[in-house]
């Protein structure tokens, strides 16, 4: 079992930046990938950005040049960097983790960017 905590969401102006960070505890040694989903009102969960064990990383299209995720190993947390930030970046961010057993999920936190 992995358990997820998410942080660092809020509301902030158009062109603001955030940073999301997710704590993984548990079997941690067992994760193949971390990343972010998000799902904005009435829409589905879409894929933001992933880091795989090896430190390669992928992103949506809408959100390259200026998200950045990164992590740091030794506090098993994954971060979000949010740069030149939109409306319609507006949505629930999760974290989530993928094992060979799995995906966890974390609670989900709201950012909200008004224009």
């Known amino acids: 079992q992995v358990q997820l905590v998410e942080s660092g969401g809020g509301l902030v102006q158009a062109g603001g930046s955030l940073r999301l960070s997710c704590a993984a505890s548990?079997?941690?040694?067992?994760?193949?990938?971390m990343g972010w989903y998000r799902q904005p009102p009435g829409k589905q969960r879409d894929l933001v950005a992933r880091?795989?064990?090896?430190?390669?990383?992928s992103y949506a299209d809408s959100v390259k040049d200026r998200f950045t995720i990164s992590r740091d190993i030794d506090k098993n947390t994954v971060y979000l960097q949010m740069n030149s930030l939109r409306p319609e970046d507006t949505a629930v961010y999760y974290c989530?983790?993928?094992?060979?057993?799995?995906?966890?999920w974390g609670q989900g936190t709201q950012v909200t960017v008004s224009s």
């Open positions: 880091i795989f064990r090896g430190g390669t990383t």
């Open positions: 989530y983790a993928d094992r060979v057993l799995g995906t966890s």
């Open positions: 548990g079997s941690v040694r067992s994760i193949n990938v």
